[in-house]
């Protein structure tokens, strides 16, 4: 089954999830912790909990351990999340470009500008429980999986705001691009896949 290009909760393409972003999936284990973890795999059933914000500008990824970088690409992940949520609920992409880049901030801001123009807000509730899954040999992208949980998605009137429209909830794993870019990990890109 080949994988498209998706939003976490895409207006238009899975409005529910994405990505970023996500959309709807059966629940997986684990998905929706309340408390972050590093992102690293551990087959020993240990993970890292905690942490601390992430630094606006990160140190090179070759000059970082690799827990302490996983835990910056999860963090750097789900601020991207936390964005792009804000970005769909007020119908401004400006907060974007500090966790996002080309080419899917081109993506969302044509979108987001779309919706504006329709005169519609979207707001919705995602669970998230992102895990490193692979890194490229030069170390400047880091690969994220997530069971992305939409508990709930609705379309709203921006003149009045009435619901207008809803995406059923529901579950699917993301793979996430976290992209290295001047100075700052970004999200570049993301892959609706199966259900979770």
């Not at 994988?3 to 629940?27: E, H, K, M, Q, W």
């Not at 690293?40 to 000059?63: I, V």
């Not at 804000?86 to 044509?110: E, I």
Request: charged share 20%.
């Amino acid at each position: 089954m080949r994988a498209r290009l998706v939003r976490s909760t895409p207006p238009r393409l899975r409005r529910a999830a994405i990505p970023l972003a996500a959309a709807p999936l059966a629940l997986l284990t684990g998905c929706g912790a309340s408390h972050p973890s590093s992102g690293a795999l551990s087959p020993e059933g240990t993970f890292d909990t905690g942490g601390a914000a992430p630094a606006a500008t990160a140190p090179a990824p070759s000059a970082v351990p690799t827990a302490q970088l996983y835990k910056t690409v999860i963090e750097r992940y789900r601020a991207y999340q936390a964005a792009y949520k804000q970005a769909y609920a007020t119908n401004d992409p400006s907060g974007l470009p500090a966790v996002a880049m080309d080419p899917l901030l081109a993506q969302l801001t044509k979108d987001i500008e779309s919706t504006k123009a329709k005169g519609e807000i979207w707001r919705f509730a995602n669970t998230f429980n992102p895990r490193v899954y692979a890194q490229s040999k030069d170390g400047s992208k880091v690969y994220v999986m997530d069971c992305v949980r939409t508990l709930a998605g609705y379309r709203y009137s921006a003149r009045t705001g009435k619901r207008t429209g809803e995406v059923p909830s529901g579950s699917f794993v993301y793979r996430t691009t976290v992209q290295y870019d001047s100075g700052a990990w970004k999200v570049a890109a993301t892959v609706r896949d199966r259900t979770c």
